[in-house]
């Protein structure tokens, strides 16, 4: 098992959560995030906003299905044709194991 942490744009969650849910995703997390990426921010005149409003976005899926969600959260969050600073980034880390609560059985 995979965990799938994507930090995306928030006026992009409901296109993402849509296609996920179309490509057979439906479990995920949504946290509100804030942050900077390689840009240091964004300087509006003097002001430099580095604490920029996104989504996260968590997904824990099976290794076969890894480049399947990778793709579809690439292809639903990128702005644009080519894409923008800011669009977001994917992090994938391995999941040792899962267990539901109200059943208490293992995996997912």
Known sequence: MILIRAI?????VG????????AGF??????DVYGRGKQRGVKVGEIVYDEIPKEMLLLV???I?????????LEAARTGKE???????IFISPVEAAWTISTGLAGL
């Open 61 to 63: 899926c099976d290794d």
């Open 65 to 73: 299905d890894k480049d399947d969600a990778v793709k579809v959260i």
């Open 26 to 31: 439906p479990a995920i997390t949504k946290l």
């Open 83 to 89: 894409g923008n600073f800011g669009d977001g980034r």
């Open 8 to 12: 995306i744009r928030p006026e992009k």
């Open 15 to 22: 296109n993402v959560l849509s296609e996920l849910l179309d």
